[in-house]
């Protein structure tokens, strides 16, 4: 694993969309696993900023997004395709026919999950894949337990994630409980994984993350099983890394040779 600690969260967030830019420059049919929460925000700010002045083309992009809220119809305010559409899609070049999010509204989740697996392993699965992180150690949705060698399927949210989430919506009560969510194995068949954490509610799991034992109980942590992961964090996401000193001494204020 490869771990960049920015001085702020504006410098973590200029690396990883210039990295998504730089992957863009190479490999501009790309195909990129995209991201939501609140992290991302910034990311896709950035991302819009640097298409405008001509660093980012998405229009030979492919895009797979992570996951999905089962019940939540495309146009739903609070769907991931609302927020993608809304953060990234009407902002930059990217063709709407070519950006990819799991059905929410599907009649069958199941087979919805599995459609869209499918379609993952058709397009050569994710080139580059873009990940958050959940206070509670997940990615996509895949919650703690999840199966580190799951595939799309659809899995009930946490107590803890709703909660996290809630902000989002007008009440807890309409946080939906189950989404349907790309699979660990899924990620981690990405040629490229990288991930964004910021700020100190997110350190302890930054911390098992990279540092504690890989196992279903922090589902980031198979990410130590990836061969081309990269965690860029702030300080305070920092904060808890047993090696901090050593990331630090490797990449001086997350500097990273290849950008
Ligand atoms: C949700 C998303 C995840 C995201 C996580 C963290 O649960 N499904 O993909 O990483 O939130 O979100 P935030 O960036 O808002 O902390």
């Known amino acids: 694993m490869k771990v960049l600690i920015h001085p702020t969260e504006g410098a973590a967030v200029d690396c990883v969309a210039d990295l998504i830019a730089a992957r863009l420059a190479r490999q501009p049919d790309a195909v990129l696993g995209l991201a939501t929460g609140g992290t991302m925000e910034a990311v896709y700010r950035r991302l819009i900023v ?14 797979f997004n ?28 990217m063709d709407p026919a070519r950006a990819h999010l799991p059905h929410g509204d599907a009649p069958d989740a199941e087979a919805e ?37 799951s595939h799309t399927r659809l899995k009930t949210l946490t107590r803890s994630t709703r909660e996290a989430n809630a902000r989002f919506f007008a009440r807890f009560e309409d946080v939906p409980r189950l989404a349907i969510t790309m699979g660990i194995g899924t990620i981690l068949r990405a040629d490229e994984v990288l991930l964004l954490a910021l700020g100190p509610g997110k350190a302890e799991a930054v911390a098992r993350m990279v540092e504690g034992p890989v196992s279903a109980v922090c589902p980031a942590s198979a990410l130590q099983m990836h061969r081309k992961a990269t965690v860029v964090l702030d300080e305070a996401a920092a904060s808890q890394l047993a090696l901090r000193s050593y990331y630090e001494e490797v990449h001086p204020e997350g500097r990273d040779a290849a950008i």
């Open 113 to 149: 999950a599995a459609r869209y697996e499918a379609a993952i392993v058709a397009a050569g699965d994710i080139g580059l894949q873009l990940l958050g992180l959940g206070a509670n150690g997940h990615i996509g949705f895949n919650e703690p337990t999840s199966s580190l060698a």
């Open 66 to 93: 992570l996951d999905e809220y089962v019940g939540l119809p495309p146009d739903h305010p609070c769907s991931y395709w609302h927020y993608m559409r809304d953060q990234l899609f009407a902002h930059v070049d």
């Open 50 to 63: 640097l298409h405008r002045e001509g660093g980012a083309s998405f229009a030979r992009a492919r895009s």
